[in-house]
């Protein structure tokens, strides 16, 4: 207020106006000298820094530009000179000074980003992606750079207020006078001088920014006006501002059609409402259509600016592609999965079963919650615990080797479904993100089908694979089969075959082959297997070629200048192209003359099984009649023999005609038990020449005159082991059966031989073992038989004579003598040339030596003097008859009905003079069995065995062993007093 008025008081005096005045000027001029020289070097350096943080904005934004020009232009140096852009701008960033610590830091981790994301972006298969990265990343660096622009201004500002305060403190009380009366005045032309700048430098920003965004930009009002478009909009929409002056003039032209400009219309209605409602921007997405007719998919979004709205459109065209890409392919690969045809299992490289399709559950029985993991899914289908860990090292082996997207070949395995049946499958995999798709092949009809095909034909699968790959394997696989193959074009010409082709058609080597089918016409004839002609069309490759197929079709083949035949099985298909059409046709073919015959063989071989297990059937039905048998007759020839001196002579001759039909009984029984194979036998060494030779007398003597006997005795035979009486037997029905063969007479020839019989010819005949034998043959020039008469011959009760005219068990008898000595006997007949019979006897081992022949044994009835004899016999007929015939023989008879009771008679009573035991008994405990017991109780008992037939041949021959004498059942009282009489005489010594 003083100086206020010290002033006004000096301006109302003139002379001290001119003083105040003078020293005012001087002082306001050196306070405007002063505060001019503060404030330029202020806005200096704010000039200076705002330059320098506009040449980097400046540099790297038409870097950015350069960049994207290189995608458009590769062949220009866009490259270069962007990178050179970026190192102006890193230089002229080194240079800032009078900046904050913090905002030097933040230019430079900008910048770094920035840099950062531009080297990454620059590497091979650069894209939208990057792109869009690197311009988020340069909006940031922007950003900063508008932020450390404003923040060093502040700074300045700060610097110039104290540059002026120091200047008011020092002018002191000099100035205040002037300060008080300019004060308004110079604070308002600061005030307006500091607007104007920050008004410059955020006009300038702002234009900066808008023009050099890397998005499009537009500035409208709100009016509807475009006030502005940046460089990014032309470049991306195709119009300047000439050509879109308002919003609606634009949405006329990037909405082409009606329906959706008016949606489209709508959606920014509603968004610039929501802006001025809220204040705040807002964002939705549109799909527009540039200039040049492209449909780009944006995000528009609405700023509010001042009386105006800022437009920001950002182009997701291709992120919205690459996002409905990955969808579809997502879908599809959803729709593949499930709906494929092969069982798929997507499993994580956790080992968790990510998913299942339905052919899997179908075809394996499982569900997804079966097997939750790859560890539960190899216990279920692989319940072998080897096989289990087999298949997990192989898996462990194919996936650790393994690359995405490469398939690998797991191999064929056998897997269990879920109800527990096998399956084989084809196994692969692809490794794919997140995991492994398992895909499976079903080729178990397959698997089985070669399986039976490998049992059935006995040979190797070939390897069909490589077959078709390479010409050579092919080669070698057909060379190495068996089967005659043939490949032909359309016109029969041979494209190739294999060695087996040149074998199967008579030819020495492949060389020799004639090369089409026109070729072979002249020499190679096929015929239908009854022998009849087959026509050139309907040949099996000629069929193929018109498009059939068939296999195992059989022919007859004849090779015309060589005079050769053969049976061949052919199958033949034709071979199509892509199309469908015949282009050629492969032919197989194979010999199969040697299987047709060891068919043939084979049904021979089972006929004369068949014919062999019925005649042991008969034999085992005729030994049990004939020990039934036996046992009735010992009955009557014993109780005959008895009552026969107690009988007068009209009754005697009655008892002696019953006796000898008794006896002719007991010869119908001996034959039945020869045939079966159960008469006992009594074999030696003998001659066989010698034997023969010495029936001819008696055979042309029971021949009779009309019937010429011939003999031929090889003179290697040596010698049989046999029964000569039962040999002598069975020659002489032969001699018989031969003459009864020729009516008006004939030749009867006897020969001996040595033959071998074979394994071929031991294998089609059950009972005879391979190795050297004497044979012995019947020959006649008689009527013959049929093939079909000759194979029954040896069936007992079979026979061709009339009724009363023979038994039919005379070469039954032949054929079970035969097989009982160890040897065979076999029957060969024509119809009108006659019949051949012969025996064929084991040649007898080196070491056994000829026994003298007893042609008589003694018939005189030897009685006994009060022995005790302990008769064993299950049947109580046959033991009341042997107690009657030991009591009139002398001796004292104990009889018991089984084995069991003998052996409870043998541990409480005294010992036996002798046993008398049948061999075959009920009850558990045989003769033989009953024998061991006995001498183990009383050694030197002696043991007379007895016998309707024996059992087998060990029990004969255990009993020949033991020197036991044995009684055939019938046997006379003469025979059983003979053989009690030998067995005490033998235990006397």
Same mark, same amino acid.
């Given at each position: ?117 531009? /080297?990454? $972006?620059? !590497?091979?298969?650069?894209?939208? %992606?990057? @792109?869009?990265?690197?311009? #988020?990343? *340069?909006? &940031? +660096? ?15 500002? /700060?610097? $110039?207020? !104290?540059?002026?305060?120091?200047? %008011?403190? @020092?002018?002191?009380?000099? #100035?205040? *006078?002037? &300060? +008080? ?17 920050? $008004? ?6 702002? %234009? ?782």
């Amino acid at each position: 207020m003083i100086a206020g008025t010290e002033l006004k008081h000096a301006f109302e005096r003139p002379e001290r106006w001119a003083i105040v005045a003078v020293i005012l000027s001087i002082l306001i001029c050196v306070f405007v000298v002063t505060t001019r020289f503060s404030d330029q070097g202020v806005i200096r350096d704010a000039a200076a820094l705002a330059t320098k943080l506009r040449q980097v904005d400046i540099e790297i934004g038409q870097g950015m530009l350069d960049i994207r020009m290189s995608r458009f232009e590769p062949q220009e140096n866009w490259r270069e000179r962007a990178f050179r852009r970026f190192d102006a701008a890193e230089k002229a960033l080194g240079e800032l000074s009078n900046l904050h610590k913090e905002d030097t830091e933040a230019l430079q981790t900008a910048y770094g980003t920035f840099r950062a994301k531009l /080297d990454r $972006a620059m !590497q091979p298969g650069f894209g939208d %992606r990057e @792109v869009v990265d690197l311009t #988020i990343a *340069l909006r &940031a +660096l922007s950003g900063t750079i508008d932020q450390v622009g404003f923040d060093a201004q502040n700074i300045f500002d /700060d610097l $110039a207020l !104290q540059q002026a305060e120091r200047f %008011r403190y @020092v002018l002191g009380a000099a #100035i205040l *006078l002037l &300060a +008080l009366v300019g004060a308004m005045a110079i604070r308002s032309a600061r005030l307006r001088r500091q607007a104007a700048i920050d $008004a410059s430098v955020s006009e300038e920003r702002f %234009r900066r920014f808008f023009e050099m965004s890397p998005l499009p930009k537009s500035n409208v009002d709100r009016h509807g006006n475009v006030l502005a478009v940046n460089r990014k909009f032309v470049t991306t929409f195709g119009y300047t501002l000439d050509e879109v002056p308002t919003v609606g003039e634009f949405r006329q032209r990037v909405y082409p059609d009606p329906v959706y400009r008016e949606q489209a219309s709508a959606q920014h209605r509603k968004l610039y409402a929501e802006v001025e409602a809220t204040g705040d921007s807002a964002s939705t997405e549109l799909s527009v259509t540039c200039k040049d007719g492209r449909v780009r998919e944006l995000v528009v979004t609405v700023t509010p600016l001042g009386d105006g709205f800022l437009n920001t459109f950002e182009d997701v065209t291709a992120r919205r592609r690459t996002e409905r890409t990955l969808r579809e392919s997502e879908e599809r690969f959803r729709l593949i999965f499930e709906e494929s045809p092969l069982p798929k299992a997507y499993v994580g490289t956790d080992g968790t079963v990510i998913a299942i399709n339905r052919k899997f559950t179908e075809l394996l029985g499982y569900t997804y919650d079966d097997i939750p993991s790859i560890d539960i899914w190899l216990q279920r289908v692989y319940p072998e615990p080897a096989y289990r860990e087999e298949n997990s090292r192989l898996w462990a082996e194919k996936l650790a080797g393994a690359k995405p997207g490469v398939t690998l070949d797991i191999g064929e395995r056998r897997l269990a479904c879920r109800d527990g049946a096998m399956r084989y499958m084809e196994i692969t995999g692809t490794l794919v993100a997140g995991g492994v798709i398992f895909a499976f092949s079903d080729v178990t009809e397959r698997k089985h089908a070669e399986i039976a095909l490998r049992a059935e034909k006995d040979r190797s699968e070939a390897a069909r694979e490589e077959a078709e790959q390479m010409r050579g394997r092919l080669e070698a696989a057909l060379g190495a089969m068996s089967d005659s193959v043939l490949i032909t074009d359309m016109d029969g010409n041979y494209i190739h075959f294999n060695d087996a082709y040149a074998r199967f058609h008579r030819f020495a080597s492949r060389a020799e082959c004639p090369r089409s089918i026109a070729d072979y016409l002249p020499i190679l004839e096929i015929q239908a297997p009854d022998g009849t002609p087959v026509a050139v069309n309907d040949r099996p490759l000629m069929k193929a070629l018109a498009g059939e197929t068939a296999n195992d079709r059989e022919f007859r083949l004849f090779r015309k200048d060589k005079d050769v035949h053969w049976l061949a099985s052919y199958n033949y298909a034709p071979i199509r192209d892509g199309d469908g059409h015949v282009e050629g046709a492969v032919v197989t073919a194979r010999d199969i003359t040697e299987r047709h015959a060891n068919e043939e063989r084979l049904r021979d071989s089972q006929a004369q099984l068949a014919q062999a297990q019925k005649m042991e059937a008969v034999g085992q039905l005729t030994g049990g009649i004939a020990h039934d048998f036996n046992n009735l007759l010992a009955i009557i020839i014993g109780n005959i023999e008895l009552l026969l001196p107690e009988t007068d002579a009209k009754t005697g001759e009655m008892a002696h005609t019953v006796l000898r039909a008794a006896t002719r009984g007991a010869e119908l029984t001996r034959r039945l038990l020869a045939f079966s194979r159960r008469q006992t036998l009594k074999p030696r060494k003998v001659d066989l020449n010698e034997l023969v030779g010495g029936m001819t007398k008696l055979l042309s003597r029971t021949l009779g005159e009309h019937i010429r006997i011939e003999t031929r005795l090889a003179p290697d035979v040596d010698g049989v082991v046999v029964d000569t009486a039962q040999l002598e037997s069975a020659l002489l029905n032969l001699a018989v059966n031969a003459r009864d063969a020729m009516p008006e007479g004939g030749t009867i020839t006897l020969s001996t031989r040595l033959t071998e019989l074979d394994a071929d010819y031991a294998r089609t005949r059950e009972e005879v073992v391979p190795g050297m034998y004497e044979a012995v043959s019947v020959t006649d020039t008689g009527t013959g038989m049929p093939q079909e008469v000759a194979a029954r011959a040896f069936e007992p009760f079979f026979t061709t004579k009339g009724v009363g005219k023979g038994t039919g068990l005379g070469l039954s008898m032949v054929y079970g003598f035969a097989k009982q000595s160890g040897g065979h006997a076999a029957i060969y007949s024509e119809p009108g040339r006659g019949t051949t019979v012969t025996i064929y006897l084991p040649v007898a081992p080196s070491d056994v030596d000829a026994v003298p022949r007893k042609y008589a044994e003694t018939a005189a009835v030897r009685t006994g003097a009060g022995e005790l004899v302990l008769v064993v016999e299950d049947d109580p007929d046959v033991r009341e008859l042997i107690h009657a015939q030991l009591s009139s023989l002398g001796y004292v008879a104990e009889v018991c009905e089984d084995g069991w009771a003998a052996l409870a008679r043998l541990s409480s009573g005294p010992p036996p003079a002798v046993m008398l035991t049948d061999i075959v008994m009920p009850g558990g405990v045989s003769g033989l069995e009953l024998a061991d017991a006995a001498r183990k109780k009383h050694p030197g008992v002696p043991i007379v065995f007895m016998s309707g037939y024996a059992e087998g041949g060990s029990a004969l021959e255990r009993i020949q062993a033991d020197g036991a004498p044995f009684l055939q059942k019938p046997y006379t009282k003469a025979q059983l007093s003979e053989a009690l009489a030998q067995a005490l005489e033998a235990e006397r010594g």
